[in-house]
C-alpha cells in the first residue's frame, strides 16, 4: 500500500472526492473563482509556451515537453492536493486546479502528438508516448500524493476562511 494510503480509500483520494463534491454541489460559480481560474491559467499557460519553447520538437518528433508538463502538472496536482487542498479555501483551489494546472498540463497536446507519430509511420513512437505519458503520470501523481501527504503532516492547518 502506498504510504499516502491508510485503508481502502486513501485520506488525499478522499479529499480530493469531497473538493469535487463541494464543487458540483454549488448552485453556480463565485467571480473569485472564476477570476482565480482566469488568472490561473494565464499563468499555467504561460509556463506551458515556456516549457515548449525551451523543449522544441516537430510535430512528427518525440513531444518531451508534453510528457514532462504532463508529470510534472501530476506531480505537482497530488502534492496539493494531499498537503493544500483541506487547508485553503474553494477559490485558491480551482485556481491551482483547474486555473494553473488545467492550462499546463493538456489531453489534446499528447493526443496530437500520438496521431502525427502515427501518421509519420513511427507507430513505436507514438506506443511509446503513450506507455510513458500515462505511466509518468501515475508514477508522479504517487509521489506527489506521498510527498504531499508528509508535508502537510509537518504543516499546522492554516486558517479557511468563513465563506469560501
Known amino acids: 500500500m502506498p504510504p499516502w494510503a491508510d485503508g481502502p480509500a486513501s485520506p488525499a483520494a478522499a479529499r480530493l472526492a469531497l473538493v469535487t463534491v463541494e464543487a458540483r454541489g454549488r448552485a453556480g460559480a463565485a467571480p473569485r473563482d472564476l477570476l482565480a481560474v482566469v488568472v490561473g491559467g494565464l499563468i499555467g499557460t504561460t509556463l506551458r509556451v515556456g516549457i515548449d519553447l525551451a523543449v522544441a520538437h516537430h510535430l512528427d518528433e518525440f513531444a518531451l515537453s508534453t510528457?514532462?508538463?504532463?508529470?510534472i502538472g501530476a506531480f505537482v496536482l497530488g502534492v496539493l492536493?494531499?498537503?493544500?487542498?483541506?487547508?485553503?479555501?474553494?477559490?485558491v483551489r480551482v485556481g491551482l486546479g483547474p486555473g494553473i494546472l488545467g492550462s499546463f498540463t493538456t489531453f489534446s497536446a499528447l493526443a496530437v502528438s500520438v496521431v502525427a507519430l502515427a501518421q509519420s509511420g513511427d507507430l513505436a513512437?507514438?506506443?511509446?508516448?503513450i506507455v510513458l505519458s500515462i505511466g509518468l503520470g501515475m508514477l508522479a501523481a504517487t509521489?506527489?500524493?506521498?510527498?504531499g501527504a508528509r508535508l502537510a503532516r509537518r504543516q499546522?492547518?492554516?486558517l479557511r476562511e468563513v465563506d469560501e
Open 125 to 129: 513512437g507514438a506506443v511509446l508516448t
Open 67 to 71: 510528457l514532462l508538463v504532463n508529470a
Open 81 to 91: 492536493v494531499a498537503a493544500l487542498w483541506p487547508r485553503v479555501p474553494g477559490w
Open 143 to 147: 509521489a506527489g500524493l506521498a510527498l
Open 156 to 158: 499546522p492547518p492554516a
